[in-house]
T-cell receptor, first 112, second 114 residues
Framework: DGGITQSPKYLFRKEGQNVTLSCEQNLNHDAMYWYRQDPGQGLRLIYYSQIVNDFQKGDIAEGYSVSREKKESFPLTVTSAQKNPTAFYLC???????????FGSGTQLSVL | GNSVTQMEGPVTLSEEAFLTINCTYTATGYPSLFWYVQYPGEGLQLLLK?????DKGSNKGFEATYRKETTSFHLEKGSVQVSDSAVYFCARGGSGGGADGLTFGKGTHLIIQP
């Protein structure tokens, strides 16, 4: 079945540690997105990529980094510069602009 | 600016009640509009969408009509079930294409009691 796979489901970060969240899609979508979800705040855009080897900052990119070396993959690194990383992280993708987004099942990141 | 505003929850209803979740948007032009649903611990699933004025999106008994004159896209269902309990997000596409994804409202937590 085609879809978006995020891993791990749960992730714990120690102080000063970088962690990487995986997002893989086999839908042949060009565009991929990372959102952060906090209770009562909806979804906020971290980074997005419309094509391989290119990505842009979203509304809350500070403390995060991404890469897009393959069409299928868009990993998100939460760096030690992100002082409040505890949140639910959602990856999404789609074919073209202004069309629906397909979402992964999310990764819950917590700080130890 | 461009934004999406939806009613705050939680909204608590009894089974078989009528549901309305309000959503209004601001945008230049005529963006596509969406409702997504999120069950606990999961990602978002598309519930319905509308791409132009007066379009009605519908799915699983839910409906929403694209109202250009009131810039609204209210979600309705005639008779809710316990299984409809979830968080519902209204979203807007970009008017000019919107490469930066969708703009989401803050979500409305719906609780249906038996």
């Amino acid at each position: 079945d085609g879809g978006i796979t995020q891993s791990p489901k749960y992730l714990f970060r120690k102080e000063g540690q970088n962690v990487t969240l995986s997002c893989e899609q086999n839908l042949n979508h060009d565009a991929m997105y990372w959102y952060r979800q906090d209770p009562g705040q909806g979804l906020r855009l971290i980074y997005y990529s419309q094509i391989v080897n290119d990505f842009q900052k979203g509304d809350i990119a500070e403390g995060y980094s991404v890469s897009r070396e393959k069409k299928e993959s868009f990993p998100l690194t939460v760096t030690s510069a992100q002082k409040n990383p505890t949140a639910f992280y959602l990856c999404a993708s789609r074919f073209t602009v202004n069309e629906k987004l397909f979402f992964g099942s999310g990764t819950q990141l917590s700080v130890l | 600016g461009n934004s999406v505003t939806q009613m705050e929850g939680p909204v608590t209803l009894s089974e078989e009640a009528f549901l309305t979740i309000n959503c209004t948007y601001t945008a230049t032009g005529y963006p596509s509009l969406f409702w997504y649903v999120q069950y606990p611990g999961e990602g978002l699933q598309l519930l319905l969408k509308a791409t132009k004025a007066d379009d009605k999106g519908s799915n699983k008994g839910f409906e929403a009509t694209y109202r250009k004159e009131t810039t609204s896209f209210h979600l309705e269902k005639g008779s809710v079930q316990v299984s409809d309990s979830a968080v519902y997000f209204c979203a807007r596409g970009g008017s000019g294409g919107g490469a930066d994804g969708l703009t989401f409202g803050k979500g409305t937590h719906l609780i249906i009691q038996p």
